[in-house]
């Protein structure tokens, strides 16, 4: 009899669930890894490692007695050095760009990249020394952003327009920092969005751009997606040939890549960061509903070796709602699902927080609770799509504060908490 052979997945988010799901479809065994206990990717997998991800040796020592055929962590930059560590210590057949990992984890040298390629750039200062930032502060126009150099998920970014409320925001970016260094940079004015690729052959197999709508300052945390995005052609032609540079200057000539920039009025684009993996915040699912592609077997397929299924299917305009709580506190039931669900425009609506669950206050793209996607005919009716639905769901919490706590009998209103 063979051994059985394993997917070994890094994270075990709701955006790595589906590559689990996805890897035993293929016929795999699942080999999770994350420090919670409680990630979703526990239940998921064949054998759960709760530990970091960013450990690569230590992994590998456990897991090398196994049959590993392919190592992969959608959505996820803190694993992509140790994605690029273990697919060298195991011997599976992808092994990333090594530039194609810096640039994903370092934001300071990302825009040493795009300087290299003459690309519109933007001031910006990169250090892990406080006094530093702060004279690098000091001599760019308010409002200035402060962020982590090598996190994600919007952990630590701040829209800084008050120099008082720098150190605050330089420390709280340094918390989130697995390095200690912090950028500073400049504040683009303009449209955002962001771009979900998959790269084959050195050409762009697949490319979504999606229109991006955040919470503004000062966290600037991601509430949807809506694709496709509305560019001028001539804009669309150039984003794509940047792209098209940048991975080849980084050597990144198969896989997936995610970018996030910004539009300005003259049209010019500007490149805040990129990730040289699928794309989080349900970006993967987006592209599913929208072109009928499967880019996580596809990235699975290219991490075995294997041939990859990249052809649209259809194009049609979706949008991806991020469902997000105003409150901490504990979950007390989600209403008005199955109205949602019963929407002529809903194609999915997927909950990640049990009733009973603690839940946070959208602070970070981690606090999300769930994913909502409508797809219509016009860009218009998809915006009346969710205004409806976000009229019909209600996240009902009880909050944490104090407060209410002490509150003999809160009225249900106080409880409510429209999705936001
Ligand atoms: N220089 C900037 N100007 C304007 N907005 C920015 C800038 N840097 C970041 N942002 C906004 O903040 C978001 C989070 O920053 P980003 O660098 O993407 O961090 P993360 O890795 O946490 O996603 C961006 O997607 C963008 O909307
Ligand atoms: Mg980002």
Redesign the pocket.
């Known amino acids: 009899m063979t051994e059985p052979q394993h997917i070994l997945v890094l994270g075990g988010g709701e955006d790595q669930l589906p590559a689990y799901h996805e890897a035993r479809r293929l016929g795999y065994r699942v080999i999770g890894v994350d420090r919670r206990p409680d990630a979703l990717g526990a239940a998921a997998s064949d054998l759960f490692l709760c530990m970091t991800t960013r450990a690569p040796d230590r992994i590998a020592a456990m897991v090398g007695h196994l049959d590993v055929a392919a190592v992969i962590s959608p959505a996820s930059?803190a694993a992509q050095e140790s994605v690029a560590e273990l697919s060298r210590l195991l011997g599976t057949p992808y092994q990333p760009a090594p530039d194609a990992v810096r640039a994903s984890v370092d934001?300071g040298w990302f825009h040493t990249v795009l300087d290299r390629l003459g690309l519109p750039g933007?001031a910006?200062a990169q250090s892990s020394d406080e006094a530093e930032l702060r004279r690098a502060a000091a001599d760019l126009p308010l409002p200035?952003?402060v962020?982590?150099s090598d996190?994600?998920?919007?952990?630590?970014?701040q829209?800084v327009a008050d120099p008082a409320a720098l150190p605050g925001a330089l420390a709280e970016a340094r918390r989130h920092s697995f390095t200690g260094e912090v950028?500073v940079?400049?504040?683009?004015?303009?449209r955002?969005l962001?771009a979900e690729a998959f790269l084959r052959g050195s050409t762009l197999a697949t490319i979504a751009v999606t229109e991006?709508s955040?919470t503004g300052a000062p966290?600037?945390?991601?509430t949807a997606h809506t694709v496709p995005a509305e560019l001028t052609p001539s804009t669309e032609i150039r984003l794509r040939s940047m792209i098209m540079d940048i991975c080849g200057e980084l050597g990144h000539t198969d896989g997936p890549v995610n970018f996030?920039f910004?539009v300005d009025a003259a049209d010019e684009i500007?490149f805040?960061?990129m990730?040289a993996r699928l794309g989080?915040n349900g970006m993967p699912l987006l592209v599913r509903h929208a072109f009928g592609i499967n880019t996580y077997e596809a990235a699975l397929r290219l991490a075995l070796g294997q041939p990859t299924e990249l052809t649209p299917r259809h194009h049609r305009k979706t949008a991806l709602r991020i469902l997000t709580a105003d409150t901490d506190g504990v979950l007390l039931g989600v209403d008005g699902t199955d109205a949602v669900r019963a929407l002529p425009e809903t194609v999915e609506l997927q909950l990640f927080a049990e009733p009973g669950s603690r839940v946070h206050r959208y602070t970070?793209?981690g606090h999300k609770l769930g994913y909502l996607l409508l797809v219509a005919d016009t860009h218009d009716a998809l915006r009346a799509a969710q205004a409806r639905a976000e009229s019909l769901l209600r996240f009902r919490i009880e909050p944490a504060t104090p407060r209410a706590a002490s509150a003999a009998a809160p009225r249900s209103e106080e409880l409510t908490e429209q999705i936001r």
């Open positions: 930059d934001k933007y910006y200035v952003i962020k982590p996190s994600s998920g919007s952990k630590g970014v829209v950028i940079e400049e504040m683009l004015l303009g955002h962001s991006r955040t966290h600037m945390i991601t996030d910004v500007r805040i960061e990730g989080g970070q793209a």
